[in-house]
């Protein structure tokens, strides 16, 4: 059993940079691999980046590449995702889920977080 909590939503304006993080619980962090999801409100939840267990495959929404980067801490059991360059089309819930393979398929991930809201203004 894995449990999840983010932090580090909120609102900025257009341009400006946040970064979430994803405390996990548990000992076998490392052994999972990490990703970032999104929903919009009206809009379905969507990928947005993946982590491996040990950090060394990553991968990005093209909505999102070149300006979100994660990463993970495995001695803090924490990912993080980074994101720069912040428009109005990013406001959402931000989720991190846990799961045994990088995917960007959500039904593959089977620990979830509540969720931390971030709302860019223009």
């Known amino acids: 059993q894995v449990q999840l909590v983010e932090s580090g939503g909120g609102l900025v304006q257009a341009g400006g940079s946040l970064r979430l993080s994803c405390a996990a619980s548990?000992?076998?962090?490392?052994?999972?691999?990490m990703g970032w999801f999104r929903q919009a409100p009206g809009k379905e939840r969507e990928f947005v980046a993946y982590?491996?267990?040990?950090?060394?495959?990553?991968a990005y929404a093209d909505s999102v590449k070149g300006r979100f980067t994660i990463s993970r801490d495995n001695t803090k059991n924490t990912v993080y995702l980074q994101m720069n360059s912040l428009k109005p089309e990013d406001t959402a819930v931000y989720s991190c889920?846990?799961?045994?393979?990088?995917?960007?398929?959500?039904?593959?991930?089977?620990?979830w977080g509540q969720g931390t809201q971030v709302t860019v203004s223009s």
């Open positions: 889920a846990a799961g045994r393979t990088t995917t960007m398929k959500m039904t593959d991930y089977n620990y």
């Open positions: 982590i491996s267990g040990y950090g060394m495959s990553t």
């Open positions: 548990g000992r076998t962090f490392r052994t999972y691999a």
